[in-house]
C-alpha cells in the first residue's frame, strides 16, 4: 500500500517536472552560454607591447586605492618572498637613469640612518595582492560607480 502510494506520488512529481521542463525559458549566463552547460572560459585577453614607461599613471578612483599598474607585466618575474623583479625599477626613484615612481613610504621600513638604502617592509612583498595591471575589456554589467578620489 505503502509502496504504490510512493510510486504514484514519484509518477505526479515526474509529470509535473517534464510539464515544466517543457515551458520553461533558457536560463543564459551573462557571458552568453546556456546555464545548464559547462561554462566557458573567458576570454583571454592580452596586455601586448604596453611596456613601462609608455603609459600615463591612471588616475586614481578614491582616497587610499592602491594604484593600478599601467603597463603589461609580461617579462617581469614571479614575485616570490625573495625575488621581486618590481623592486628594480620601484624602490628607488630611477631606474637606469629613468624617472620611476617609487613605492609609498608606506611600504619601506623607517632607515636606520639617513641615505640609507630603502628597504622593503615584508607586509608588503606580494605587491599583486594590491596592485593589478589592467586590459582592455568591456564590464559584464553596468557599473555605477563614480570615481571621486578627493573624498
Ligand atoms: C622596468 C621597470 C618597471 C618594472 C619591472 C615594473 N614597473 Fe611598475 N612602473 C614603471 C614605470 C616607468 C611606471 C610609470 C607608468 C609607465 O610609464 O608605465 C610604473 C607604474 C606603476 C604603478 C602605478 C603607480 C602610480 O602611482 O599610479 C604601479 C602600481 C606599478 N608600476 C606596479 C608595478 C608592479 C607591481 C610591478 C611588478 C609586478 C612593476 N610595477 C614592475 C616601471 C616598472
Ligand atoms: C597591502 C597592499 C599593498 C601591497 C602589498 C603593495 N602596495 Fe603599493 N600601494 C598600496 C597603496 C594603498 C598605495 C597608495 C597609498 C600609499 O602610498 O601607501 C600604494 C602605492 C604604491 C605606489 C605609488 C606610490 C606613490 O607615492 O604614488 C607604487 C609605485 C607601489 N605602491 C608599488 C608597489 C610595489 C612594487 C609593491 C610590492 C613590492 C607594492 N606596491 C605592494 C598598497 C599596496
Redesign the pocket.
Known sequence: MKITLIRSLLSLLCLALSACAGTSMPVNSLRGSAAATADQAPLVLSYGGRKPGQFA?IE?SFK????LIPHTLEGIGE?TGSE?D??D???SEDFRGKK????????LLASASAGAEPE?NM?????????VPQVEAMPLVENLFQPDAAR
Open positions: 599613471l586614481r587610499g586605492q592602491p594604484p614575485i621581486n618590481c623592486l625599477c620601484h624602490i620611476m615612481p617609487r613605492v609609498g613610504q608606506s611600504h622593503l607586509q608588503r612583498w606580494q605587491c599583486n595582492s594590491c596592485h
